[in-house]
């Protein structure tokens, strides 16, 4: 009898009830005995355990997927081998495949689209960054959930970059509408091919159909090696439609050279495109603008058919209003963790009695001297809830020594940056020339479970609520960027795990921090 016959693997999954199938396995929800939660448990075809290669690629999609802990990727619990099949425990978050949101409302607006394809390459940025190479972008493997977060689903035939491989000579993998012209031909491929296939979900999104068609597979791959695409409808905005068509391009050398540019890109287009027709339908198809409440719902509901049970991350939400709404992603740093993790699009501004909210991957200009972060926990003010402060140069690295701003050295060597009650001070005509960006951050000294952050930004008489996250195991949160731009200052939520960005910079002065 098969384990899904049986009902449970692992001697603590009871599998209840089956999600969607595909052709290496099916995937299921369950309930884990052991830890009393729903996950998701992804089983390989019994047919298919028997044959090495497939159980190999099987495992090596349960490494792959392990490699990564981001935002818009889902993280795995568990894998193992039960009754004749293997099997991938995987968390479980409500969603909708992509695929199915083109079918009901393509073509999107420029914001819905920009909005869902920015944290899809913000998920393809954190695997190349491990050196994962997804092969199958399209639409069926990217979730999407009732608050607009996308998931990247499915590395099933992702590839270790410099790995040899465990394809058979001549053997292409991937989906034909999306497939990359150099895969299609057998040549080399890396994140520039993850690149083109999200450049045809991004055709796909605006236009309503793939950009080629053929009657056959092979056919169908022929085309992306030789035909040029055709352009988008007359409605997509030119701006928009220049950074697809550079992505579509056949030569990987005239594409973005990773997900990172072609997202900053995407972004950048936006903010030409004038604001009336931001949200504006391309056709008389009604989309719908991919926002958030300003409490996250918790998560854990029934997955819909045809998800892969790989979902949640943080989505787009409403612009702070009394400042400047924007998209704007600074080039300087077009590559950083801390806000790839959590980039979104800017939609409808609101004011209410001087206060705002500003979601994650939103951004506002500055409009006054000094800048004032605030932070508290549900209960009150964590006594282990540390705020913190770096001062960064145009590549992102920390100026020196002084400019790292915490307890125990509470100014930074300009003066500009210091530790106020609760937060973080920032003078702005006090930073010194070669400061670029103002990362705020929290720190977790001793994490002790779950507790709902509370962030505030004061500029001047204007108020901004950042969007709030909740702290578990992790040991600090990324909260808000301050970055210089076209001669002036603008602030980014950016709500960024520890290992998004700022690990790396906390350990560049040598502290010895404890995993």
């Not at 695997?127 to 972008?137: M, Q, S, T, Y």
């Not at 959930?145 to 689903?153: E, I, Q, R």
């Not at 145009?394 to 937060?423: E, K, R």
């Amino acid at each position: 009898m098969s384990a899904a016959a049986a009902g449970r693997v692992g001697n603590r999954y009871e599998l209840r009830a089956r999600i969607a199938g595909g052709g290496m396995g099916e995937v299921w929800r369950a309930h884990d005995e052991v830890l009393d939660r729903p996950v998701a448990v992804k089983m390989l075809h019994a047919g298919l355990a028997g044959d090495p290669g497939f159980l190999e690629r099987f495992r090596v999609e349960a490494r792959n997927a392990a490699k990564l802990s981001h935002g818009n990727i889902a993280q795995v619990h568990d894998y193992g081998e039960d009754a004749g099949s293997a099997y991938l425990v995987m968390e479980l978050v409500e969603g909708e495949p992509l695929s199915a949101l083109i079918k009901q409302r393509a073509p999107f607006s420029p914001a819905d689209a920009v909005a869902l394809l920015v944290q899809a390459a913000a998920a393809l940025e954190a695997a190349h960054r491990k050196g994962i190479i997804h092969r199958d972008v399209k639409p069926a493997n990217v979730v999407v959930d009732a608050d607009g977060v996308a998931k990247l689903t499915d590395f099933g035939i992702a590839r270790a970059l410099g790995s040899a491989g465990m394809t058979r000579a001549g053997e292409v993998l991937g989906t034909p509408q999306y497939l990359p012209p150099e895969a299609a031909l057998g040549h080399e491929i890396g994140p520039f091919s993850d690149v083109y296939s999200l450049a045809v979900v991004a055709f796909e999104m605006l236009s309503g159909h793939w950009p080629f068609t053929a009657d056959t597979a092979v056919g169908l791959a022929m085309a992306h090696v030789s035909q040029p695409p055709p352009p988008l409808p007359a409605g997509v905005p030119t701006s928009i439609a220049d950074v697809v068509h550079r992505g579509l391009a056949k030569e990987p050398a005239d594409r973005y050279p990773g997900a990172a540019q072609f997202a900053d890109a995407l972004s950048e287009a936006l903010e030409q495109v004038p604001p009336a027709l931001v949200d504006e339908d391309i056709s008389e198809v009604s989309t719908t603008v991919f926002r958030r409440p300003e409490v996250q719902p918790e998560t854990g509901a029934e997955p819909s058919a045809e998800a892969d049970a790989e979902h949640g991350a943080e989505p787009a939400g409403e612009a702070a209003s009394g400042l400047e709404p924007s998209t704007e992603l600074d080039a300087e740093h077009d590559a950083d963790p801390e806000v790839l993790a959590a980039r979104t699009t800017t939609v409808h501004p609101e004011a209410q009695h001087g206060r705002a909210l500003l979601a994650p991957g939103q951004n506002s200009t500055v409009p006054g001297r000094f800048v004032e972060v605030t932070v508290s926990v549900a209960a009150g003010v964590g006594e282990q809830l540390d705020p913190v402060a770096f001062e960064l140069d145009a590549h992102g690295q920390a100026l020196g020594d002084s400019s790292f701003v915490f307890f125990n050295n509470p100014v930074s060597g300009s003066g500009a940056v210091s530790l106020s009650q609760n937060g973080i001070r920032i003078d702005l005509d006090q930073l010194p020339d070669e400061c670029e960006a103002v990362v705020v951050a929290l720190a977790d000294d001793h994490p002790i479970g779950e507790q709902q952050l509370e962030a505030r930004v004061a500029i001047g008489e204007v108020e901004l609520a950042l969007d709030t996250r909740v702290l578990s195991a992790e040991r600090a949160v990324i909260l808000a960027r301050i970055y210089r731009r076209d001669g002036m200052w603008k602030l980014r939520n950016v709500m960024a795990g520890w290992a998004d960005g700022l690990e790396p910079l906390v350990r560049a002065f040598g502290i010895d921090v404890a995993d």
